[in-house]
């Protein structure tokens, strides 16, 4: 596609409800981003997934979070037993493969705005 | 640990020029972006610097110094759609990874 797609766009859930959020990445890319945005607060890093290697996790705040990347594409963000603290927005990123020293700029997606009540 | 400052909101009026600034402590670093953000939207990127110096896009330049741990945005001749937030992120790469992390952002606001 021509850009990076989120679905859905807006969640609402009840607290202890699982939930997923997904991310279809601009094709081509193998680099793809988490982040969350809460109100008034900048972009938390997530989790990152490149080609093949094994995903850098270390910006889930808990175990409730997971992520995956199946065949190097699409990805799917599952919180389970959602708290009202999971609010926020999540945003999707991908870039091509980042080298060092190379621009690369990552290309966000318009975000899943998730409520828990 | 990674920490980025930069201020909070700024206030500028229509055809004015406006810098916001970014300070970072980061290991790792390898490059520093800026991003706009209008109030329900997606980031999109404006501006890349890796090297000290200044890189100009535009009515936008974006500034580094590498040993300071500084950059900043000039934003010229300024217009009402610029209000919205700018984010500054710090790429780290550290075990073989790349990741950005942002400040809170600086919203912006134009008034005419």
């Known amino acids: 596609g021509a850009g990076v797609s989120q679905s859905p766009s807006n969640k609402v859930t009840e607290k202890g409800k699982d939930v997923e959020l997904r991310c279809d990445p601009i094709s081509g890319h193998t680099a793809l981003y988490w982040y969350r945005q809460s109100l008034g607060q900048g972009l938390e890093f997530l989790i990152y997934f490149q080609g093949n290697s094994a995903p850098d996790k270390s910006g889930l705040p808990s175990d409730r979070f997971s992520a995956e990347r199946t065949g190097g594409s699409v990805s799917t963000l599952t919180i389970q037993r959602t708290q009202q603290e999971d609010s926020a927005v999540y945003l999707c990123?991908?870039?091509?493969?980042?080298?060092?020293?190379?621009?690369?700029?990552?290309?966000f997606g318009p975000g899943t705005r998730l409520l828990v009540l | 640990g990674q920490n980025i400052d930069q201020p909070t909101e700024m206030t500028a009026t229509e055809g004015a020029i406006v810098q916001i600034n970014c300070t970072y402590q980061t290991s790792g670093f390898n490059g520093l972006f800026w991003y706009q953000q209008h109030a329900g939207e997606a980031p999109t990127f404006l501006s890349y610097n890796v090297l000290d110096g200044l890189e100009e896009k535009g009515r936008f330049s974006s500034f580094l110094s590498r040993s300071k741990g500084y950059s900043y945005l000039l934003l010229k001749e300024l217009q009402m759609k610029d209000s919205a937030s700018y984010l500054c992120?710090?790429?780290?790469?550290?075990?073989?990874?790349?990741?950005?992390?942002f400040g809170t952002g600086t919203r912006l606001l134009v008034s005419p």
């Open positions: 990123a991908s870039s091509l493969s980042p080298q060092k020293h190379v621009r690369e700029t990552q290309y």
């Open positions: 992120a710090v790429r780290t790469y550290n075990t073989g990874f790349q990741k950005l992390v």
